[in-house]
């Protein structure tokens, strides 16, 4: 699929194809419609012959159009049977046409009736099915050729025309391996009859060796009497010795038997011991660690108390150190303001000094200026008497 172009795709795959003009749908449509009034026709022949059955379901307009059609339908097959005259023929007929052609107006008039007829009639088999099929199978063709472009054609022949291609490569293929197959094939069976020959050769030889073998058998079989009588006599020498090493080594034994059970008496009274001290170690480290816990429980105890005091004197500090900030804050402002004023009472000072100063030395310059003129005018005075 991955080497299939787009275009071959969509028109390979019939899902893919959607309608994209008015007169495809159009067409579609017929198409479709057609299909429908072939199944109703199908099914009208079914009905026809158990129309009391179905005549509450079909309704009175319906029932009656039936009976008419059933019995045109009798007088075309009695015309058809004897032969009569074909203007009355034709005639039936096209009275039996436009018959149906209003049987199937009434149909598509009310649809949800055709649908439950579809599955309420069981209709058997019959040739009208392969028709029907066979119009699907048209009606798809065209929906497939009205939504094939030329562009989309031509890549479709083209992607046929490499695939035959490819057909053709791979039957020469197919054909050169057949032949190299059969060629191995020979091979093989004359490689096989070659080793059949060879193995019935050596089924010859194996037989005129076992025949010269046997006096061989013989020979070796005196041989092994002699060798095993000189061999159980060995035996017999070498086992009278054995148990005499049997009885020295059981001897030892039962000496290291004793020297060792004495050994765990030992080891086993040194273990009850040790066992004892590890018992009263044990005991002893039970009653420090449950002295231990017990303290430890004490002091976890006192430190949670403590702790929740701790807790709330961390809350008292933390609202004693707001108030603090808050006091030391206030403590600045007033200060601030005790500097400010007193600044000002020492600008005040220093203006009241200077303006005093100035005061003292307006009334000083008046004085003597007072006493000057007084001077002045008592040396006129003097002046004149003269």
């Known amino acids: 699929k991955a080497g299939i172009p787009l275009g071959v795709m969509k028109v390979l795959d019939p899902r893919q194809l959607k309608p994209d003009s008015m007169e495809t749908e159009r067409i579609l449509t017929v198409l479709d419609e057609t299909i429908v009034k072939l199944e109703i026709t199908r099914l009208i022949l079914w009905i026809t012959g158990s129309l009391e059955r179905y005549a509450r379901m079909l309704g009175p307009e319906i029932t009656s159009c039936l009976l008419k059609h059933q019995k045109l339908s009798m007088k075309i097959q009695h015309l058809l049977a004897s032969p009569g005259d074909e203007k009355s023929l034709r005639a039936l007929e096209q009275r039996l046409k436009c018959s149906l052609r209003n049987i199937l107006r009434l149909f598509l008039a009310n649809p949800l009736l055709y649908h439950g007829l579809k599955y309420e009639v069981r209709v058997r088999q019959s040739p009208a099915d392969v028709f029907i099929k066979a119009f699907m ?12 472009s030329p562009d989309e054609e031509k890549e479709k022949i083209q992607f046929m025309e490499d695939i035959s291609l490819r057909v053709e490569k791979n039957m020469e293929t197919i054909s050169a391996l057949q032949k190299e197959l059969a060629a191995v094939i020979q ?24 025949q010269g073998c046997k006096v061989d058998i013989r020979q070796i079989m005196k041989e092994g009497e002699k060798q095993q009588k000189e061999d159980e006599q060995a035996s017999q020498d070498r086992c009278a010795r054995l148990k005499l090493d049997i009885e020295h080594l059981r001897a030892q034994y039962n000496a290291l038997v004793l020297e060792h059970r004495a050994s765990e008496l030992v080891l086993r009274q040194e273990k009850c011991k040790t066992e004892r001290e590890i018992l009263k170690w044990v005991q002893k480290y039970d009653t420090d660690m449950a002295e231990k816990q017990a303290t430890y429980e004490e002091v976890q105890a006192v430190y949670t108390e403590e702790k929740e005091q701790l807790s709330v004197l961390m809350e008292k500090h933390a609202l004693l150190l707001q108030e603090y900030t808050q006091i030391e804050e206030e403590r600045r402002m007033l200060k601030e303001k005790e500097e400010e004023a007193a600044r000002e009472e020492a600008r005040r000072n220093d203006a009241a000094t200077c303006i005093q100063a100035f005061w003292k030395g307006y009334l000083v310059r008046s004085t003597y200026k007072s006493i000057l003129k007084k001077a002045k005018g008592r040396g006129k005075g003097k002046g004149k008497g003269k």
Request: no cysteine; net charge negative.
């Open 187 to 210: 091979t093989r069976d004359e490689e096989v009859n070659t080793k059949d020959k060879m193995i019935e050769n050596l089924i010859n030889s194996m037989e005129n060796l076992a």
């Open 137 to 148: 199978e048209f009606r798809n063709f065209t929906l497939e050729r009205l939504l094939t």
